[in-house]
Each structure stands twice: as structure tokens, then as C-alpha cells.
């Protein structure tokens, strides 16, 4: 006899579980959203939130052109226009919109871009404010590097402004640094990393599919228990409050223009750009072209340890030749070789990859200090997960709800009608 109280997505099971939903780029199924490891539902809500903001830039091209035309000192005689949506570009986390000057010099820049955070990936609703962080930390490294670094090709920034706050103009005439509003900045390492450890804790707590079971939770919770614990051993007290060197945080190959003979003539995408401890700084973990929790010991390990040596060959080369010329140097050869020695590569690199710590924390940094076997493994987690925070079974159960109820409002988004997820055309 048939059960008239079945739940929609129940009835509907074989249908929600083939069909797949838009993302911002590509498609994904019922079935692929519930192992993955990221939150689809917030992901299928970027395409109409994409659709929303592109509406509202459309509809506020006057304003555009008009903070053009302040930020470029335009006369009467010179306008300005905003070029046509198919020429927007997004990006990861913003949107590039074209604007064509008229009336310009020879000389003058007949089209320039101005660039606007993407609300919905920088978490502006969820915490007011971070577009104007990522904002001031991108005006910062463009500064820094046009005065510490002026070889460095770089854009020309005509100025930048914040959502509830003044506009910059002129940057090169006036003491922007002076200017710029900061929260937080920290005077030692430690309490950074100490922080970074915090976001993981955060992820754990906050995101409703973290934790897939029991065992699962007892993992991932002993691990940053043991990272904290560890911390001393991969971090060095004569460094605690300095030097800090800024660094490229999302320097990857789509990030790097060369020429025909692969030199690096350009960077882009300075946004995530900040200064970190100077043991945090390592050669990039894709020389071999594989993220780094999937530097597996074996051929892998073996491959990127190789060129590993040659990157730091090069780089002490490097540091040789600039010390010549700048005079003393600070050593980070000496730092990144002992780094990677001690196995600190592995360990700030867990620190700084969220959804790859648990991986990297088995492959690299447990087996530095103990051995075990995989029965050996469930018993340490079992043992360590209590100590992450006190009732951890309470916490676990709150987890599981929390990702019984995500499921049900994935099933039940495979099993509603989507709305149009593309930008509006150009009228």
C-alpha cells in the first residue's frame, strides 16, 4: 500500500538526482552536490545574485561615468560611457566594466576600467565591510609596489573609493597610507597563525555540510587540535615579531603574463596581496602543476622535491645578485630551504587551505612525529578530538542535524524551477 505522506523529493528522487542545476561556471547534479565538500546551496544562489548585481550596474551607468569623469579631471569638452554588458569581464571575485573616454589628447587614455567587488563572493551581506577591506588592500599593494618596486609593471590606478567612506584621487600627490582605516593589523606571527587556525575552527562550526559523520568530525577535529600543539615546533620564536614580507597570496600561472621566451613581464590580481611572516613564504606548491594536498609521497613528492631544488638554486641566485646591490640581505634562501627541511612547508600550507588541511596533516606532518597504523589513526582521533573544545559528542550531533537539514534543502532546490542566471543584455 502506497504511503501518501511522502516528502516531494522522496517521489521525485530519480529525476532530482540526474538533473543538474547552473553554477556560475558549468552544471552539477543532485548526486555531485552531496559529496562535495563546499556549500552548492550558496553556490546555486550565484548565478541570479550574479544576474541581480549586473541589473544594478546597468542601471547605474550614469553614476559610473559621472565618478569617471571626477577621477580622470574630464573637462565639458570630454565624456564618457560605459561600453555594452557582453564587454563586462567577471572574475573570481569582481567585475571589470569597460568605459570609453571621448574628446581625449593623443596621449590620454581613450578607455579605462573601473572594477567593483562582486558582493556575494566577498561576504558583504553575511559581514558589512568586506569589500571595503579587500578594497583597501588592494589600493595598499598597488602603492607599496609602485614605491618599493617601481621596475614592476604596473596598471595606473586613477583612484578608488569605499562603499560608505571617502574616494582617493591622485594617489602618487597624496599620504594614502595615512588615510586608510584599519581594524586589525598584527605585531607578531604567533597570534596570526593562532587566528588562521580560528578560521578552520570557524569553517567547522558554520558551515552546515563540514562534518559528513562521526568519524569524519573526530578527524578533522584532533587534527587542529595536534596543529595547535605543534605550532611552536614549525614556527621560530626569533621570528615572532618579524620580518614580515609581502606576499603574493593568489601568485598561480593564470596570474603571471609572460613572453614568448617565458619571462615574467606582468602580474595581475594583487587583491589578496598582504605581509606575512617570513616563514609563511615557500616556492609556489604548483611548480608540478597539482594542488598541494596532492603531493602524495611517491612520484609526486618525488617530482616537486626536484624542482623544489632547482626553483631555490635560482632563487639564491637571485637573492645573491640583489643583495650586491642593496646591501645586506635578510636570508630567505637560508629561511625557505630550513622551511622546507623542517617540514614548516607542509604545515603553513595546511594552515592556508582549508578544505586540504585534514590530507596534507596525514601525508606530511603526522607521520614527522608517530607512526600508526589505520586502526592506530581512529584511536588517536578518538582520544584527541575531545580536547578541540568540551561536550565535542553534543557538537557532532548538532553537526549531523545540521547536515541532515542541508540535504533536505538540496533535494528539495534540484526539485524547484530555476530562474534565469544570465547577465541582462545590453538595451
Known amino acids: 500500500m502506497a504511503d501518501n505522506n511522502l516528502h516531494p523529493a522522496e517521489?521525485?528522487?530519480?529525476?532530482?538526482?540526474?538533473?543538474?542545476?547552473?553554477?556560475?561556471?558549468?552544471?552539477?547534479?543532485?548526486?555531485?552536490?552531496?559529496?562535495?565538500?563546499?556549500?552548492?546551496?550558496?553556490?546555486?544562489?550565484?548565478?541570479?545574485?550574479?544576474?541581480?548585481?549586473?541589473?544594478?550596474?546597468?542601471?547605474?551607468?550614469?553614476?559610473?561615468?559621472?565618478?569617471?569623469?571626477?577621477?580622470?579631471?574630464?573637462?565639458?569638452?570630454?565624456?564618457?560611457?560605459?561600453?555594452?554588458?557582453?564587454?563586462?569581464?567577471?572574475?573570481?571575485?569582481?567585475?571589470?566594466?569597460?568605459?570609453?573616454?571621448?574628446?581625449?589628447?593623443?596621449?590620454?587614455?581613450?578607455?579605462?576600467?573601473?572594477?567593483?567587488?562582486?558582493?556575494?563572493?566577498?561576504?558583504?551581506?553575511?559581514h558589512p565591510g568586506n569589500a571595503d577591506e579587500k578594497l583597501r588592500c588592494e589600493a595598499a599593494t598597488f602603492i607599496w609596489i609602485r614605491q618599493n618596486c617601481p621596475s614592476i609593471p604596473m596598471p595606473r590606478l586613477w583612484g578608488f573609493a569605499f562603499a560608505q567612506g571617502p574616494c582617493f584621487t591622485a594617489i602618487q600627490q597624496t599620504p594614502v597610507f595615512s588615510r586608510l582605516q584599519w581594524d586589525l593589523t598584527y605585531s607578531t606571527s604567533d597570534s596570526y597563525f593562532m587566528d588562521m587556525l580560528s578560521?578552520?575552527?570557524?569553517?567547522?562550526?558554520?558551515?552546515?555540510?563540514?562534518?559528513?559523520?562521526?568519524?569524519?568530525g573526530e578527524a578533522q577535529l584532533s587534527t587542529l587540535t595536534i596543529m595547535r600543539a605543534l605550532l611552536p615546533h614549525f614556527s621560530h620564536r626569533d621570528y615572532r615579531r618579524g620580518p614580515f614580507i609581502m606576499t603574493l597570496t593568489d601568485l598561480h600561472q593564470s596570474n603571471l603574463f609572460v613572453d614568448s621566451d617565458w619571462n615574467i613581464k606582468s602580474l595581475v590580481d594583487l587583491e589578496w596581496t598582504c605581509s606575512l611572516p617570513v616563514e609563511m613564504l615557500?616556492?609556489?606548491?604548483?611548480?608540478?602543476?597539482r594542488g598541494v594536498d596532492q603531493l602524495y609521497k611517491g612520484g609526486h613528492l618525488d617530482a616537486?622535491?626536484?624542482?623544489?631544488?632547482?626553483?631555490?638554486?635560482?632563487?639564491?641566485?637571485?637573492?645573491?645578485?640583489?643583495?650586491?646591490?642593496?646591501?645586506?640581505?635578510?636570508?630567505?634562501?637560508?629561511?625557505m630551504r630550513k622551511g622546507w627541511e623542517m617540514g614548516n612547508f607542509w604545515y603553513f600550507h595546511a594552515l592556508e587551505t582549508p578544505k586540504g588541511l585534514y590530507n596534507i596533516f596525514l601525508e606530511h606532518i603526522q607521520p614527522r612525529f608517530s607512526k600508526l597504523d589505520d586502526a592506530g589513526m581512529v584511536e588517536f582521533e578518538r582520544t584527541i578530538s575531545p580536547y578541540w573544545a568540551p561536550d565535542i559528542q553534543k557538537f557532532l550531533d548538532d553537526k549531523m542535524k545540521d547536515k541532515e537539514i542541508y540535504e533536505g534543502h538540496l533535494r528539495a532546490a534540484f526539485t524547484r524551477r530555476t530562474i534565469n542566471s544570465g547577465p541582462p543584455a545590453a538595451s
Open 199 to 216: 578560521y578552520h575552527d570557524s569553517r567547522l562550526r558554520h558551515a552546515p555540510n563540514s562534518i559528513r559523520d562521526k568519524a569524519d
Open 282 to 289: 615557500h616556492p609556489p606548491y604548483w611548480l608540478t602543476s
Open 304 to 335: 616537486f622535491s626536484e624542482i623544489h631544488a632547482e626553483f631555490m638554486n635560482v632563487f639564491e641566485e637571485e637573492e645573491q645578485a640583489r643583495s650586491r646591490v642593496w646591501g645586506k640581505a635578510i636570508g630567505l634562501t637560508s629561511i
Open 11 to 126: 517521489t521525485t528522487q530519480p529525476f532530482s538526482m540526474q538533473r543538474e542545476l547552473p553554477l556560475l561556471h558549468g552544471q552539477i547534479s543532485l548526486s555531485t552536490a552531496l559529496v562535495d565538500d563546499d556549500n552548492v546551496l550558496q553556490e546555486l544562489s550565484y548565478p541570479d545574485q550574479r544576474f541581480e548585481f549586473y541589473v544594478y550596474l546597468y542601471q547605474s551607468r550614469a553614476v559610473i561615468e559621472s565618478i569617471v569623469s571626477y577621477h580622470m579631471n574630464l573637462n565639458k569638452k570630454q565624456t564618457c560611457h560605459v561600453g555594452e554588458v557582453k564587454e563586462w569581464m567577471t572574475g573570481s571575485f569582481n567585475v571589470c566594466i569597460l568605459v570609453d573616454i571621448d574628446g581625449q589628447d593623443d596621449n590620454a587614455p581613450k578607455r579605462v576600467l573601473i572594477r567593483f567587488p562582486l558582493p556575494y563572493k566577498v561576504g558583504e551581506i553575511q
